[in-house]
């Protein structure tokens, strides 16, 4: 049970909207797979049943059953996915010091804290850069200027692969193109393209990045960065007559390896494996999440 008290949890449910039932933007779906992914936990699971059994409800019996060391993790993504850089107000500023007095109240946590004087480790300096990495890349969805955003994303992905020593290589131009970067993964080689567009990308991006790979040599492939995800008809167009020798990265699979929920390289594993064995150029991470627990 969390130590949540009257007062705190009136500021969060009016931070996220609670009164009408909702929790910010989420459907049942989403909702249900924001839980899980930061918490493991199945939020329409009968022992989160209350009321009306509304996302708020279910939220708050969660607040109730668990203890403070998940409710602090749990809230805490849920106040970077909604209230981050431009979004942030002082009710959530107030809201982020109740989560940082849950994760500090866990007895667990507090167990096993290195001494303050101690040097971070090389895990702590990577979920720090992650950390901030992750507050750039919500400044940049606030951005009007897109292509000021484009461009500036290219700079982020950089530093993400360098996080995870994958020797990330800048945009550089070869005779009549230019490449947005590549990294090496498992000795491979990767050529590396992002769009964020308002709309999901058509084939004709597709098209133009295997061009690309197919003109470098038979054991080049992929990794194809599309924030706002690739159009249906692309999904189907992109692997009819050719065997695809890459694979697409969508904005929720960015944030989600931002967010720890999974590791780049982990991430890269599985995503190479489904398209080895099945050609398959699109996986819901949900589905990768699955597999990393089994």
Known sequence: MSTLNHTEKRKLEKLLGMETGYVLDFSNRTFAEFITDYSGLNIYDSRYDYGSGSKANRLRKLWQVEGDATVGKLMNEMLDYGFSGARETALASECRRIVARLLQSDPVSTANEEPASAAPTAAQQRSQALAELKAEFFRLAAE?????????????????????????????????????????????????????????????????????????????????????????????????????????????????????AMTLPEFLKQRVRLLGEEGRVCVPFAELKNNQHA
């Open 144 to 260: 009007r200027d897109r292509n000021k955003a484009g461009l500036t994303m290219e700079g982020l992905l950089n530093r993400l692969f360098a996080a995870f020593e994958l020797s990330p290589r800048l945009p550089f131009r070869v005779i009549g193109e230019q490449i947005d970067g590549s990294f090496v993964f498992d000795t491979h080689v990767y050529l590396m393209e992002s769009k964020w567009e308002k709309d999901p990308l058509p084939e004709a991006d597709l098209l133009v990045f295997r061009g690309k790979i197919e003109g470098k040599s038979t054991f080049t492939r992929g990794l194809f960065i599309a924030l706002n995800d690739i159009s249906g008809p692309a999904r189907e167009a992109i692997t009819r007559g050719k065997a695809p020798s890459f694979f697409v990265m969508n904005g929720h699979d960015l944030l989600m390896v931002l967010s720890e």
